[in-house]
């Protein structure tokens, strides 16, 4: 209990919050979920190209298309089927990213419920809330898993399958159904590589532990594999009705993608994850090490420990032969992290528990105050210096009018306080209080800066000025730019560029968007010369040019 805080304490409460602690967790979980998917345009990243994709699908054949992008190994149907269905149900309300983004709400809430049962079945009650609270916990995961990519769609089909596994030797039927549903989401709404983590850890199990020898766990393994069947009939009919020969490309295309995407990995391939890997895993790895210290050599006979440790092998594995260029990819190794961190996440050392409890608190007030003064600086002008720099960095920023943001942020900062206030000192509550300080953080920083990050990391201005330059009647438009910024330039100026290269002597398009940096001096020879230079306000990095065909000269 914090102090003074005692005077903003109430008895009963307190007593009611730290002794029936899954009302709170249930509410901070969902609060964690639902903050931060709307409210933002799609950033540079793998979600501006699935955005870009899903535009394309809501105006043409989905499985035509889907087919045709299959080579770039982002998601799988699932994903898209179930973010084109919230597009369609909350098109008249949002824009088509925030309710694309809204979708990933099903796979967020699916896998912080399967962890918590997950928990339950292996460890008893007390995990089943603190293991979800340290997968949301997790530093990582915060800001990833609320931008449109598959991940959350795979952490999901992980938590459902491992839930499966978990129950399966107790009751084979029940554990066989959640089995099959967890690979079948990962088999149809990620890329197809992922299946290969269940499909070991199942291998590795039935060698470690003679319960899942038995012909129980074959009867669960049996059912698992008709539901599989099942799902991916339904999506191969659909296929198939759309043109007789998809099921077989579709087949094919997921074959030749999961095989090219593994390969022996190289001491840079290694590097990347090792280096973000302590910070992207903070602070659940310390409650890992010390819950396999507590439970040492006997708790490895254990099943219960057991199954998290070979999920854990089998991700780290299949990660590591599929090359984790980014953040994200670490993501799936959070779920056995939480769950083997949540054995004796109870039984930490006073000491090491009152030094978490601190520094979460110190860190949450430092940056909850900061929070609310970069707020003022950019909404108020107050300080004026900060606010001064602020427009140097985000020139021309409108704040509009943001009050119903202030106030909702004044009652969460407030309810925050009062929180911490009528928790009570116990070792889990470390992790309680990290878990909300976190959750906290994010939702302020959702609430009063999200609007002017997204002024500076948005490309709709400097797409939007760039297309008043370009006439309708054009033949084709090549783009020299990255992907996400191909994509970016589709989702809001409505065009669909090529890549074919300049110096092709076939070509004959009438616009040519070019990407560098400012500091370079490129010159685009005839036939082509420059209408339009610009970029992102603020951003004094990369410039687009967009080029013209002199008409006569090739």
Known sequence: MLRPGSYFRHEQTAVSITNNPMLLTA???IAWTIFGLIGHDPWKSEEAVLVSHLVQFTNSDFCLDLLAIN????????????ALSFMEAWGSLLAPHDAARLALSI????????TGLTASELWGRTQSWLAPLLLIGSVGLLVKSHQLSATPVLISGLAIFFYGLAIAPRR???GGIWLGIGISIILLGTATQNVAIPLLTIVLMSLVNFRYRGLRFIFSLAIAGLILIASAGIWLTILHQSDATFPARWIANAWSGSTDSFRVPTINDIIYPASVFPWFTWPTWIFLIWSLWVEGREGLKRKELQLPIVLWITITLVLAFTNINKESGLAPILLPFALIGSIAAGRIPRSFGNALYWFSIMVAAFFTIAVWIYFSASYYGFPQELSEHLLRLQPGYKSGNRNVAVLVAALITATWFLLLCNIKRRPESAILI???????GWMLTVLLLFHWIDERKTYAPMVHSMMQH????YSCIIAQVGPAQRSLIHYFGG???????LENNGQSCTYLIYQDIWDADNDIELPWHMIWEGGRAGDKV???TLYKREIGLN
């Open 27 to 29: 509410l901070l979980c």
């Open 71 to 82: 080579g770039l190994p982002l998601a799988g149907p699932l994903f898209y089927a179930t």
């Open 107 to 114: 796979w967020l809430l699916s896998a912080i419920l399967f």
């Open 172 to 174: 084979s039927m029940i």
């Open 434 to 440: 990290w878990a909300i300080n976190l959750t906290v």
């Open 470 to 473: 370009i006439e309708p009647n």
């Open 495 to 501: 065009i669909v560029t090529t890549d074919i290269y």
């Open 542 to 544: 990369e410039r687009y």
